[in-house]
């Protein structure tokens, strides 16, 4: 089984944290915290993607 095909997860947080809990593997990792500065980063221990969602809406 493998996992390396989880989809990006969407925020619009530049910080949010990753326990690597998921249905598939509930005990997850010590939870830690990923800046997205870079608007997208990886999780170093569940290689889960995290990717910064823009507003599309202007203002004006
Ligand atoms: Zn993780």
Known sequence: ???STQPP???RETRVACDGRSPA???GHP???LSL???ETQCPYC???FR???ET???K
């Open 47 to 49: 290689s889960r993607t």
């Open 37 to 39: 500065a870079d608007g």
């Open 57 to 59: 809406r202007n203002n």
């Open 9 to 11: 997860v969407l925020t």
């Open 1 to 3: 089984m493998t996992a």
């Open 31 to 33: 939870k830690i915290f």
């Open 52 to 54: 910064k969602q823009t």
């Open 25 to 27: 593997d509930p005990l």
